[in-house]
């Protein structure tokens, strides 16, 4: 019995101690960036299979992710654009899908990479630095994320709702805003990637540069697509985007960014799933190994062995 009373403050502090941690790493000015001392694990799984696997998996989402949206533009620029393929650029959910297949893609490539070429995309020596094309990588993996889920928002609380052209309220306009989503959870889910709570700055970045961009246009153009389906809607990139009512617009834009913010902390809900459920299921495993590497990479010896033999001793490739 006096064993137990004296577990229940270590449990305690444990707790208290991994809250603490979070709150100094996820609000430290420095997470707001792009370095990670395990680039790795933007190229690999969280979960134990066979590389081969993964990268599989990788192609064959980038491959879908492509063909979907080459196919989305062209089907969309035939039957609502009167063959003018720019104006499939005007709407922010488009933007949110092209940056999806251009990320499933480049993923497909880094992991390729680095199964058989590690070294043409990880430092040999330095494997603790983060390579500049796994920056961009996990750049565009947040943002595209970040938006999928947005854009289903966004289309099903409002659009779906009070939009009445054919554009909108087609059976494939809504199986886009919906599988967005969907391959963005599974992903998530899959992905060995770290979350960042503060990595919502650059969707929401790039929110505002969409936001200049339909208001620009709007005022040089001062009609959208939907002019074309029914006059009375004026100039309009979206149903509730009216820029001849700036109020409406900036309450659609501020709106826009709390999704935004949203969002991120449900990526990074998501990311926390996922390893307190590899935990669950693989014990000790992710933390007894991160805690080995991390020793092991601050040795000048390790290093100078690692030089030696080359890529017969690579600790950040995955068996």
Not at 51 to 70: D, F, N
Not at 188 to 203: E, G, K
Not at 236 to 256: D, H, K
Request: glycine share 6%.
């Amino acid at each position: 019995m006096a064993e137990d009373l004296k577990e229940v403050p270590v449990v305690a502090r444990g707790e208290e101690n991994r809250c603490m941690n979070w709150c100094l790493t996820e609000f430290d000015s420095e997470s707001i960036g792009l370095e990670y001392d395990r680039p790795q694990d933007l190229v690999t799984s969280q979960w134990h299979c066979r590389p081969k696997w993964y990268i599989t998996y990788r192609v064959v989402a980038g491959l879908v992710m492509l063909v979907w949206v080459s196919g989305d533009m062209a089907y969309e620029t035939i039957e609502f654009y009167q063959g003018q393929l720019w104006r499939w650029f005007v709407f922010a959910s488009n933007w949110g899908f092209a940056s999806l297949a251009v990320t499933a893609v480049f993923q497909a490539v880094t992991s390729a990479i680095y199964e058989y070429k590690p070294y043409w995309i990880m430092d040999p020596i330095y494997i603790r630095a983060m390579p500049t094309v796994l920056k961009f990588q996990w750049f565009w993996f947040n943002v595209s994320s970040n938006a999928a889920f947005v854009v289903t928002t966004g289309y099903w609380a409002f659009i779906a709702f009070v939009a009445n052209a054919p554009l909108l309220t087609s059976d494939m306009s809504r199986l886009k805003h919906t599988a967005n989503s969907i391959y963005v959870l599974a992903d998530v889910l899959i992905v060995a990637s770290p979350v960042r709570v503060y990595h919502m700055f650059y969707t929401v970045f790039l929110g505002s540069l969409y936001v200049v961009f339909n208001a620009l246009y709007y005022i040089n153009n001062g009609s959208l697509i939907l002019q074309t389906v029914d006059s009375s809607k004026g100039g309009r990139g979206y149903y509730f985007m009216n820029w001849s009512q700036p109020v409406e617009a900036i309450c659609t834009c501020i709106l826009g960014m709390m999704l935004s913010m949203l969002s991120q902390l449900l990526l990074h809900g998501l990311y926390h799933f996922r390893l307190w459920l590899h935990g669950r299921l693989h014990p000790g495993g992710p933390l007894v190994d991160a805690e080995l590497q991390n020793i092991i990479t601050s040795s000048a010896s390790y290093n100078s062995l690692k030089e030696s033999y080359g890529e017969k001793v690579f600790l950040g490739k995955r068996q």
